[in-house]
């Protein structure tokens, strides 16, 4: 049977696919904050960002190619999707693809949360412990609204439900293990390129974040109902690119004058 949709049913479609994405971006962002804020506090980073942070302090010494944490995490998020390719293999929906994007959106903006973030005065075990704390807390409070709005995951997310659907394992535990692997992985390359334990990159804060962010999420997501009201809204894109249009041609006419 075939289904035509009028004009006003698409714009519906496309506005509201623009503002989930766009909701989404600002709940990266705010996800992107609470780890730069874990890293800074050298206490331990948060679990998806040991590896790349290992990678960066890697390329800083001339070990490796030197990228930025956020450019490493493009590295790894990339590498997490081709694993659930691997392991779905036909059964694998393109649309998880998507999972790219999002991934290379978390990586720039964490790279510009960390820009943000380097002039913060975190010196003593005081203010390394309030930014840890403060990064969990912020961290938590993004995953949160980035699971309210509906979106494809995270890849660091995605390849845990790829496990659970082809294992039947359930996500908690499976989530649990690709964790566990994260940090491992991050312990080893520390030893391959220093001989050592890297603290600041796998310490106590690392295992503070990994139980601590989750109970965060926990505690606000019975009280989320009402972004759903605000995924749900349809702004009036047309009339916002008005007024922006009329206001940039005011002001261009008038540096003219």
């Keep these: 049977m075939n289904i035509t949709l009028s004009f006003d049913q698409v714009k519906d479609k496309v506005t509201g696919f623009v503002w989930q994405h766009l909701l989404l971006i600002a709940s990266l962002y705010v996800m992107t904050l609470g780890v730069a804020l874990c890293v800074r506090s050298a206490l331990g980073s948060s679990v998806i960002s040991t590896i790349p942070f290992v990678m960066t302090l890697a390329g800083e010494s001339g070990a490796v190619r030197a990228l ?52 913060l005065p975190i010196a003593g075990p005081a203010a390394q412990c309030a930014a840890q704390v403060a990064g969990c807390v912020v961290l938590g409070i993004g995953i949160a609204f980035e699971i309210r709005c509906g979106s494809v995951t995270m890849p660091g997310e995605g390849l845990p439900a790829a496990i659970s659907r082809k294992t039947g394992v359930l996500f908690a535990k499976t989530k649990i293990c690709v964790d566990i692997c994260l940090v491992i992985g991050a312990v080893v390359l520390g030893y391959v390129f220093y001989g050592t334990w890297l603290w600041q990159v796998v310490g106590p804060g690392t295992l503070f974040a990994m139980i601590f962010v989750g109970w965060v999420v926990k505690l606000l997501t019975p009280h989320m109902q009402w972004f759903d009201g605000v995924v749900c809204y349809r702004p009036g894109f047309r009339r916002y690119i008005y007024g922006l249009a009329r206001t940039i041609r005011y002001l261009t006419s008038s540096s003219h004058d």
């Design 68 to 119: 930025t944490i956020g450019e490493w995490t493009y590295v790894m998020n990339f590498a997490l999707v081709g694993l659930q390719l691997l392991i779905m293999r036909r059964k694998f929906e393109p649309v998880q693809l998507f999972q790219l994007v999002i991934g290379f959106l978390f990586g720039w903006l964490l790279d510009v949360n960390m820009a943000l973030t380097a002039a």
